[in-house]
């Protein structure tokens, strides 16, 4: 398969980031303002909260995604038509995010919507990683990193292994989900800096 050089990459991380922000745009769309009479708008209040904690932990990973994803992008040196193809794949599955995040605060006692949510994230992720192993096969990464390590995959299996305690206690599988938000910090401290291509 023909590869481009490094100089074509500015059009698909320009790209990437045009939809990552409207990802991060269409995840606050989920936080309805309350149309009630003035005098019953604080009672109403603590029905935003989940909604906002929802917003704010999609935001979180969300930003982490374009975070990896510019380091990745920044090392190529190359690329080639099925590295496009994984990097459509890939932000096709964070345009899902937003109505997954939705769905996840909307039936928060709900399996199904959490397992929904949880197999959302777990799919972007593995693509991000498969991405960055493929580039590092096929010689595209500056060869002084290391990129896609084994350990990357933690965070994929952390929102894979919250969705059986899903069906278990909802609850649960949410706080799993905090603590895969900021899995990527030992993860670092394991692997080094090729974690960083993984959440």
């Known amino acids: 398969m023909s590869t481009v050089e490094r100089s074509d990459l500015a059009r698909i991380t320009a790209f990437t980031d045009g939809v990552m922000a409207v990802a991060i745009t269409l995840l606050v769309l989920s936080i309805e303002v ?51 193809a994984l990097n459509l794949l890939f932000l096709g599955l964070v345009a899902l995010l937003p109505f997954s995040t939705d769905l996840m605060s909307t039936y928060d006692e709900v399996p199904e919507a959490a397992a929904v949510f949880a197999t959302s994230i777990a ?28 350990v990357g995959l933690g965070f994929a299996a952390v929102f894979l292994a919250s969705i059986p305690v899903a069906y278990v206690d909802t609850t649960l599988a949410q706080l799993m989900w905090i603590a895969g938000a900021f899995l990527h910090y030992p993860l670092r401290r394991v692997a080094g800096r090729g974690s960083e291509t993984s959440p």
């Open 123 to 150: 799919l972007v992720s593995l693509t991000h990683w498969a991405m960055a192993r493929y580039s590092a096969q096929r010689g595209f990464l500056n060869p002084e990193h290391e990129f896609a390590q084994p």
């Open 34 to 84: 309350p149309k009630v009479p003035d005098g019953d708008l604080p009672g109403q209040l603590d029905d935003l909260i989940l909604p906002v904690l929802a917003y704010a932990l999609a935001f979180t990973l969300v930003g982490r995604f374009w975070v990896i994803h510019h380091r990745l992008f920044e090392d190529l040196e190359r690329f080639d038509g099925r590295l496009m």
